[in-house]
Every structure is written in structure tokens, then in C-alpha cells.
């Protein structure tokens, strides 16, 4: 039997950061993995298989020819408490898909792990989206939003839901800081 474990953060772009600065950032996929924290390493792969450039949760058609995949590999805890005894590596390929407003991606990790991830760059739609979860600058009109969804055995989910809660919870936060320290990097170095 098969758990399904889905989470949504999101995070107000700092006012130095356009729409199109975000969007070109998750365009460049190592971003993903730098701020990621239990990716410890990744390299790109050859290709992409096939399986999993039929998957129907690509959607947009145009942008399928951006799918890009990595060998990723990170160090999970599998017994909390114990340290360094208590961790593993695992490998496993992440595909990514840009899009229009972001980034799609899907790793398919050891024991039957799936894990999916929409990053989206979008436009505050009410008050609703600016309570205490967002600490941002006053009047900020968009929003890094991600949807992530990790699928795996029933049995599997105590372990995996609490690994994925931590690597994901500030994820948003850590990739808008990132863009803007490069985009202040960029504008020191013209």
C-alpha cells in the first residue's frame, strides 16, 4: 500500500528581485540542488529515459524539451538521534522541467520513492497569501511558491515525511536569498 505526503511553502520576492530574475534563476537547475539540504553532490546525465519523458505530469507541451536530468545524491537520516550512524546516501536521478512561471521537477529515489516538486513564480492573489508564514517587505506582489509531493510504501512515510518536511520547509526562502545575492554579486562586479 502506497502514502502520499503533500506540502506547500511559499515565500514574497524581496523587492530587488523581479519576476523574470526568479524564473531565469530556477531555469538554472544547480540552483535547486545548491540550496537543497541534503544534496551533497549531482551531476547531469546523458540523457533523460523515455518512461520519464512520457510522464503526464510534465503538462506543458512546448516545454518539454527542457527536461533536464541529474544524478543526484543526498544524506538522509534513516534513525534520528544517533548522528553520523544514523544517516545514509542515496542516488538517484531528479528530472526538471522549466516552465513558463518556474520549474517542475521529479526524483526517483531508492524503494520505490517518488518525489515531485512545482516551483512557480506568482502574483499575490489576497491577504490570505501575506499572513505571518511570509515575512517579506510590505506591498510585494509576487510570491516562490512550491508544491511538493512525496509519494512512497505506507510503511516508508514516518521516515521519509519527516526528511522531506525538513529538506523542503525553507526551501523558497533560501533560493529568493540566493538570487539576491547573486543579482547584488552582479551588480558589484559591473
Excluded at 511553502?9 to 540552483?31: F, G, I, K, Q
Excluded at 505571518?132 to 508544491?147: A, M, P, S, Y
Excluded at 512512497?152 to 523542503?168: D, F, Q, T, W
Aim: charge should be positive; aromatic fraction near 6%.
Amino acid at each position: 500500500m502506497r502514502a502520499t505526503h503533500t506540502i506547500t511553502v511559499s515565500a514574497p520576492l524581496p523587492t530587488d528581485l523581479s519576476r523574470d530574475d526568479v524564473v531565469a534563476m530556477l531555469h538554472e537547475h544547480e540552483n535547486l540542488m545548491l540550496v537543497q539540504p541534503l544534496t551533497t553532490k549531482y551531476a547531469p546525465m546523458p540523457s533523460t529515459p523515455d518512461d520519464t519523458l512520457k510522464n503526464p505530469y510534465w503538462g506543458e507541451k512546448g516545454f518539454r524539451e527542457t527536461i533536464k536530468t541529474y544524478m543526484v545524491s543526498e544524506s538522509i537520516t534513516i534513525i534520528p538521534g544517533i548522528g553520523e550512524y544514523g544517516r545514509k546516501v542515496i542516488q538517484f536521478p531528479a528530472s526538471f522541467q522549466d516552465t513558463s512561471d518556474g520549474v517542475r521537477t521529479i526524483a526517483l529515489a531508492a524503494a520505490g520513492v517518488i518525489a515531485k516538486s512545482h516551483f512557480r513564480v506568482m502574483p499575490v492573489r489576497s491577504d490570505q497569501e501575506t499572513n505571518n508564514t511570509l515575512k517579506g517587505e510590505q506591498g510585494t506582489h509576487w510570491i516562490l511558491r512550491e508544491t511538493a509531493q512525496v509519494e512512497c510504501a505506507k510503511c516508508l512515510m514516518p521516515i521519509v515525511k519527516g526528511n522531506y518536511e525538513k529538506a523542503h520547509r525553507d526551501l523558497c526562502s533560501r533560493l529568493l536569498e540566493k538570487a539576491s545575492q547573486g543579482k547584488r554579486g552582479q551588480a558589484g562586479s559591473s
